[in-house]
């Protein structure tokens, strides 16, 4: 079964930049290093939970790109995906292909700066109707060679993890069984945590949540639906201080502490 959210990944134009602006919002920013086949590169924002955020850049960000998050980039900076932890991605592969969800794992690496490889195995999904769903991830290589432990967790913000993503989805009810199917709980109706939000549903994942909410007709949220589609919307962070980062500093990915 999926174990937790492994990591958040926001798009930004020059990797440079927002690692020095996210530095200054208090955050450890490390280096990552370059993906396999030079397309990406990132930094990371490791939290004591385990969590991270991945900020990724295009090497040609004004070049279009034959992947999967470019279309979402091509809008702007900002939330384009986020993963999910497993310990048996073939077995995870296999029960959600037979619940109804296309999972195909494949390789994936990156090149850290300091000459060291890295391997995982991913899959994405596809369900019928569809309805956009995080990704899922396993190590090959020890996950504290991918993911910086240590002094890299800690903040000078304070912020010590993920507490949960709040993705907006156009029909809650339509959506709402897959996610079922991959969190293997039914998410119960809860009051969303947004304004603008109709109705959502949240979904317990260990110590994390994953709550999708439907938008409210003319609210920011459906705002930003029919400009970016359904996905990540908010990342809530858990810290000492309860705030709202702002979108120049975070390079449009919208981020909340709750203290």
């Not at 810290?239 to 502490?257: D, F």
Request: proline residues 7%; hydrophobic residues 40%; negative net charge.
């Amino acid at each position: 079964m999926v174990q937790s959210i492994d990591h958040v990944v926001i798009a930004v134009r020059d990797l440079a930049t927002a690692s020095a602006d996210y530095a200054e919002a208090g955050f450890t920013v490390t280096p990552g290093g370059e993906h396999t086949g030079g397309v990406t590169h990132n930094a990371l924002i490791s939290f004591d939970d385990g969590a991270y955020f991945e900020l990724i850049a295009f090497r040609n960000p004004d070049q279009p790109q034959d992947h999967r998050w470019w279309p979402l980039f091509a809008k702007g900076e900002g939330l384009v995906d986020f993963a999910l932890l497993s310990d048996d991605l073939v077995k995870e592969a296999d029960r959600l292909n037979a619940a109804g969800l296309s999972a195909e794992p494949r390789d994936g690496g990156r090149l850290r700066p300091d000459g060291q490889r890295i391997a995982w195995r991913s899959f994405n999904l596809q369900s019928t109707p569809a309805t956009r769903l995080p990704f899922v991830i396993e190590d090959v290589t020890p996950r504290d060679l991918r993911v910086p432990g240590g002094p890299a967790t800690s903040h000078a913000n304070g912020v010590a993890g993920v507490a949960g993503v709040i993705v907006v989805v156009a029909d809650l009810a339509r959506s709402a069984p897959a996610f079922a199917a991959l969190l293997e709980n039914d998410g119960p109706a809860t009051n969303p945590a947004k304004t603008g939000a109709a109705a959502a549903r949240r979904y317990p994942l260990g110590s994390q949540w994953i709550e999708l909410v439907q938008p409210t007709d003319g609210s920011d949220l459906a705002r930003h639906l029919a400009d970016r589609g359904e996905g990540p919307y908010e990342i809530v962070l858990t810290g000492k201080e309860a705030a709202t980062l702002p979108l120049s500093t975070t390079h449009g990915a919208r981020i909340r502490v709750e203290g």
